[in-house]
C-alpha cells in the first residue's frame, strides 16, 4: 500500500497506545477513589474531582463508569503509590509516578528502563524532586487577552502562579488547592473550552537543552520504555528537546 499508508498506520497505532495508556490511568486513579470512598461523585469529593479531571481529558464514560463499577463490585485490587527519581541523557531529571499492584514488578520496569537508556540513572529519594514544584496545569486556547485572564482569575480569588500566554494559546498554573475552583472558572467563563493540559502534576523550575543526536535518541528510549509500562501512571521530566 505504500509508504503513506505506513507512516499512517504507525501514527494511529501511536495514538491508540497513548490513549490506551491515559484511559487506564484514569480508570486506576477512578477505581482507587471510589473504593476508598463511597462508590458515588455525589457523596465523594475525591471522586467527583477525578471524574472531572478526565473528562477534561477526553476518557469515555464508559470507562470511567467500569471503573466505578469495579470499585461497587468490591474488587480486591489493592493498588499502592511509589515515585523514582533519576537522572537521564545530558544531565536532565526524571520522576517516575508509579501505581502497581506488585511492587517488585514495578521496581523492575523502571531499573531496566534508566539502566538501558544510556546516561541515565536511578537517584536517591529527593535526589530530583527539590526541584520541581506541584502545581495544577491548564493548557488550552482562547480569544482572551492575557491581561483578562489574569483579572478574572484575580476577580475570582484563584491562586495562579504563572499566566503565560503566546499567539492565542494559554499556560496557567494554580496552586493545587485551586485547580478545581480554577477548572470551573475557566470552563464557565470560556465558551467551548478545550483543555489540551488539565491536571496537578510535577513542574520544573529549570529545563535542560538536549541537543546531541545520542542524548536526543536516549532519552527517548527512556521516555518509551516508561510509557510503555502499565505501572507506571506519570512521568516528569525538565528536558526541552532541540529541533
Avoid at 51 to 76: L, M
Avoid at 183 to 195: D, M, P, R, W, Y
Amino acid at each position: 500500500m505504500g509508504r503513506a499508508h505506513e507512516v499512517r498506520a504507525a501514527s494511529m497505532a501511536k495514538t491508540a497506545a497513548i490513549k490506551s495508556k491515559l484511559y487506564g490511568r484514569y480508570g486506576k486513579e477512578i477505581f482507587i477513589a471510589a473504593k476508598n470512598g463511597v462508590p458515588d461523585p455525589d457523596m465523594n469529593l475525591a471522586l467527583r474531582a477525578k471524574i472531572k479531571e478526565a473528562k477534561s481529558n477526553h476518557v469515555p464514560a464508559d470507562v470511567i463508569k467500569r471503573a466505578i463499577d469495579r470499585a461497587k463490585g468490591g474488587d480486591n485490587s489493592n493498588y499502592s503509590e511509589s515515585r523514582y527519581e533519576g537522572f537521564g541523557p545530558g544531565n536532565c531529571t526524571v520522576i517516575v509516578e508509579c501505581l502497581s499492584d506488585n511492587a517488585n514488578r514495578t521496581i523492575t520496569e523502571v531499573r531496566n528502563a534508566f539502566n538501558k537508556s544510556k546516561g541515565s540513572k536511578i537517584g536517591s529519594a529527593g535526589s530530583v524532586s527539590f526541584g520541581y514544584q506541584r502545581l495544577g496545569v491548564f493548557s488550552f486556547e482562547s480569544s482572551m487577552s492575557e491581561d483578562e485572564m489574569f483579572d478574572l482569575l484575580l476577580m475570582e480569588e484563584v491562586d495562579a502562579t504563572d499566566i503565560a500566554c503566546e499567539d492565542g494559546y494559554f499556560d496557567i498554573k494554580v496552586n493545587p488547592s485551586d485547580f478545581a475552583k480554577a477548572q470551573e472558572i475557566l470552563e464557565a467563563n470560556i465558551e467551548g473550552v478545550e483543555f489540551h493540559t488539565c491536571e496537578v502534576g510535577m513542574v520544573p523550575d529549570e529545563y535542560v537543552t538536549l541537543s546531541n543526536p545520542d542524548e536526543i535518541a536516549a532519552f527517548n528510549k527512556l521516555m518509551n520504555m516508561l510509557n510503555e509500562s502499565d505501572d507506571v501512571n506519570k512521568v516528569y521530566h525538565n528536558a526541552i528537546i532541540e529541533e
